[in-house]
C-alpha cells in the first residue's frame, strides 16, 4: 500500500444508513472521521422506505442526502470511492479504488450485502416495483392484490405465510423446489392459510405496459398476478473483514461476521454494524447498530488515550 499522511481517528466504509449513523455520533463527538462511500445501496430499487418512525414513505435517495448533509456539519468528511484492501500496522490502512490510502485507529465496516434474484425473466427488472422480497417493507402498499411468491428453496414457504397477512389471494409458484420437499407442517399451514400450492417451473414474469400481470409457467400456463414476492439469495461483502482475519459464522442467508451487541468484531478495533453484519438488518436497524457502534468506538478510543497518558 502507499504511505500517505492522511490519518482520521475513524474511517466507516460503506455510506449507508449504518455507516452514516456512526459518522454522525462519531462527528458530534469530534472525531475525525472518514466516510468512503461506494454509492451502492442495498435499498436503491426501492421508490420509497417503510417501517422507519417518523420517515415512513420517505425516498432511500432523499433519506441518505439528508444523512449526508447531517454528517458534513460536524465535519465529517465523505468520499466517493470503493475501499479495495485493508491491512494492519500501528493503525489500520485502507487502500482506496482511486490509489488514495487513508489511516485510522478505528474501523467502522458497513458494506452490506448485494442480493442474488431468481434467474427468471422479468424478475430483475420488476424489483422493488411489483416484484418484491420484504412484506413489511412493501406489504401495505400492495395490499389485498394478487400475491405470487417465487420459491427460491423450501423456507419460501415462511415467506408465503406471512403474506397472507396483507393479501387472502396468494399463490405459491414452487419454480424448482419439489412439493416433496415440503413437510406435512408445511403444506398443512398452507392450507389453513389459504395459499394455493402451485407445482411447475416458471418461465417468466408477464408484463403489460408498465404494470406485472401474471407470472407464466414452463408448460406456458398464465396464472394471473399483480405483485410478486421473492426471496433473494444474499450475498454479504465480507471480503475486507476476511483480510483481517474476522471471525465468520454461517446462517442460512450467509457468513457473516461474529460481532458483539456494540458491533465489535473478533478483530481489535474493527467494528460492523448494518447487513454486514445479517440479512434482515432494516433501516431501523441499521441506524441503530450503527449509532451503538459509533458511541463505543468514542468510548473506547477516549479511555485508550487516558490509559496511555498515565502509563506516560
Same mark, same amino acid.
Given at each position: 500500500?502507499?504511505?500517505?499522511?492522511?490519518?482520521?481517528?475513524?474511517?466507516?466504509?460503506?455510506?449507508?444508513?449504518?455507516?452514516?449513523?456512526?459518522?454522525?455520533?462519531?462527528?458530534?463527538?469530534?472525531?475525525?472521521?472518514?466516510?468512503?462511500?461506494?454509492?451502492?445501496?442495498?435499498?436503491?430499487?426501492?421508490?420509497?422506505?417503510?417501517?422507519?418512525?417518523?420517515?415512513? =414513505?420517505?425516498?432511500? @435517495?432523499?433519506? #441518505? /442526502?439528508? *444523512? &449526508?448533509?447531517?454528517? !458534513? %456539519?460536524?465535519? $465529517?468528511?465523505?468520499?466517493?470511492?470503493?475501499?479495495?484492501?485493508?491491512?494492519? =500496522?500501528?493503525?489500520? @490502512?485502507?487502500? #482506496? /479504488?482511486? *490509489? &488514495?490510502?487513508?489511516? !485510522? %485507529?478505528?474501523? $467502522?465496516?458497513?458494506?452490506?450485502?448485494?442480493?442474488?434474484?431468481?434467474?427468471?425473466?422479468?424478475?430483475?427488472?420488476?424489483?422493488?416495483?411489483?416484484?418484491?422480497?420484504?412484506?413489511?417493507?412493501?406489504?401495505?402498499?400492495?395490499?389485498?392484490?394478487?400475491?405470487?411468491?417465487?420459491?427460491?428453496?423450501?423456507?419460501?414457504?415462511?415467506?408465503?405465510?406471512?403474506?397472507?397477512?396483507?393479501?387472502?389471494?396468494?399463490?405459491?409458484?414452487?419454480?424448482?423446489?419439489?412439493?416433496?420437499?415440503?413437510?406435512?407442517?408445511?403444506?398443512?399451514?398452507?392450507?389453513?392459510?389459504?395459499?394455493?400450492?402451485?407445482?411447475?417451473?416458471?418461465?417468466?414474469?408477464?408484463?403489460?405496459?408498465?404494470?406485472?400481470?401474471?407470472?407464466?409457467?414452463?408448460?406456458?400456463?398464465?396464472?394471473?398476478?399483480?405483485?410478486?414476492?421473492?426471496?433473494?439469495?444474499?450475498?454479504?461483502?465480507?471480503?475486507?473483514?476476511?483480510?483481517?482475519?474476522?471471525?465468520?459464522?454461517?446462517?442460512?442467508?450467509?457468513?457473516?461476521?461474529?460481532?458483539?451487541?456494540?458491533?465489535?468484531?473478533?478483530?481489535?478495533?474493527?467494528?460492523?454494524?448494518?447487513?454486514?453484519?445479517?440479512?434482515?438488518?432494516?433501516?431501523?436497524?441499521?441506524?441503530?447498530?450503527?449509532?451503538?457502534?459509533?458511541?463505543?468506538?468514542?468510548?473506547?478510543?477516549?479511555?485508550?488515550?487516558?490509559?496511555?497518558?498515565?502509563?506516560?
Amino acid at each position: 500500500m502507499t504511505e500517505t499522511s492522511e490519518s482520521y481517528e475513524v474511517v466507516v466504509i460503506g455510506g449507508g444508513t449504518a455507516g452514516l449513523s456512526a459518522a454522525l455520533v462519531l462527528g458530534r463527538a469530534r472525531r475525525r472521521t472518514l466516510v468512503v462511500d461506494a454509492g451502492e445501496p442495498r435499498n436503491a430499487p426501492a421508490a420509497h422506505m417503510q417501517g422507519y418512525l417518523s420517515r415512513d =414513505g420517505m425516498p432511500p @435517495a432523499e433519506f #441518505l /442526502a439528508v *444523512g &449526508r448533509a447531517e454528517i !458534513a %456539519r460536524y465535519g $465529517v468528511e465523505l468520499v466517493r470511492d470503493r475501499a479495495v484492501d485493508v491491512g494492519r =500496522g500501528a493503525d489500520f @490502512a485502507v487502500e #482506496l /479504488a482511486s *490509489g &488514495r490510502t487513508v489511516r !485510522a %485507529r478505528r474501523l $467502522v465496516v458497513t458494506t452490506g450485502l448485494k442480493d442474488e434474484l431468481p434467474a427468471v425473466p422479468g424478475v430483475a427488472e420488476r424489483f422493488g416495483r411489483d416484484v418484491l422480497h420484504c412484506p413489511y417493507c412493501h406489504g401495505w402498499e400492495v395490499r389485498d392484490q394478487a400475491f405470487g411468491v417465487l420459491a427460491t428453496s423450501p423456507a419460501s414457504v415462511h415467506q408465503a405465510l406471512i403474506v397472507t397477512q396483507w393479501s387472502g389471494d396468494v399463490a405459491f409458484f414452487l419454480h424448482e423446489v419439489a412439493e416433496e420437499d415440503l413437510s406435512d407442517d408445511d403444506l398443512r399451514r398452507l392450507a389453513a392459510a389459504g395459499v394455493k400450492v402451485v407445482p411447475g417451473a416458471v418461465a417468466g414474469l408477464v408484463v403489460e405496459g408498465d404494470r406485472l400481470t401474471g407470472v407464466r409457467l414452463a408448460d406456458g400456463t398464465v396464472h394471473d398476478r399483480d405483485v410478486v414476492f421473492t426471496a433473494p439469495r444474499a450475498v454479504p461483502r465480507t471480503g475486507l473483514l476476511q483480510r483481517l482475519g474476522a471471525e465468520l459464522h454461517e446462517t442460512p442467508f450467509g457468513a457473516y461476521p461474529v460481532v458483539d451487541a456494540t458491533g465489535q468484531t473478533t478483530v481489535p478495533g474493527v467494528w460492523a454494524a448494518g447487513n454486514a453484519v445479517g440479512f434482515a438488518e432494516q433501516v431501523v436497524n441499521a441506524a441503530s447498530g450503527g449509532y451503538r457502534a459509533g458511541a463505543t468506538i468514542n468510548g473506547e478510543l477516549l479511555m485508550s488515550d487516558l490509559d496511555a497518558a498515565v502509563q506516560v
